[in-house]
């Protein structure tokens, strides 16, 4: 499947930017050429401002790549809102907890403004963990540093 030129563009670009978020990009050393074979095992998506991605409690395996506008995360835990877990800005992922361990979704993201996306489920990565063994390296290196880097800010937080 060809990529959008733009869809390319905005990961590229989202790790050019000097922001605060920086160090939630997936794969910030990543260039054209890489995103460009990555994207092409994934689909493109779009979701409009105020729509849910992903619902608590659902079952899928996926995981979705952020190239255009903002998604929340957000959860409830006994009967009571956590409130905003994440803010999840271009170049970066969601979804990632199911898309390891197969178990159904433990939070809600929805779109804050519309959102351009690209979906990739498990056995797509499969595919492209065999055609392209050390870019799926750099990639699940990628989201494990995400991870822990969201799983310090709650932990954080949670100690205030």
Not at 8 to 27: G, N, T
Not at 61 to 79: A, D, H, K, N, P
Not at 127 to 139: G, N, V
Request: net charge positive; charged share 20%.
């Amino acid at each position: 499947m060809a990529v959008p030129a733009a869809g390319i563009a905005a990961f590229v670009h989202a790790a050019s930017e000097e922001r605060p978020d920086r160090q939630l990009l997936v794969v910030p050393q990543w260039q054209e050429a890489d995103w460009a074979t990555f994207l092409s095992h994934a689909q493109p998506l779009k979701v409009a401002r105020g729509k849910v991605l992903i619902q608590e409690d659902a079952s899928e395996r996926v995981i979705y790549f952020v190239s255009s506008g903002l998604l929340e995360v957000t959860s409830v835990m006994s009967s009571q809102s956590m409130g905003t877990l994440a803010k999840v800005h271009p170049g970066s992922v969601v979804g990632e907890l199911s898309f390891f361990d197969g178990r159904p979704r433990s939070a809600k993201v929805w779109s804050v403004a519309d959102s351009e996306l690209y979906r990739l489920d498990y056995d797509a990565f499969l595919r492209y963990a065999d055609a392209h063994p050390r870019q799926a390296c750099d990639l699940l290196m990628g989201i494990g540093r995400v991870v822990a880097l969201r799983l310090r800010r709650t932990q954080t937080r949670g100690a205030r």
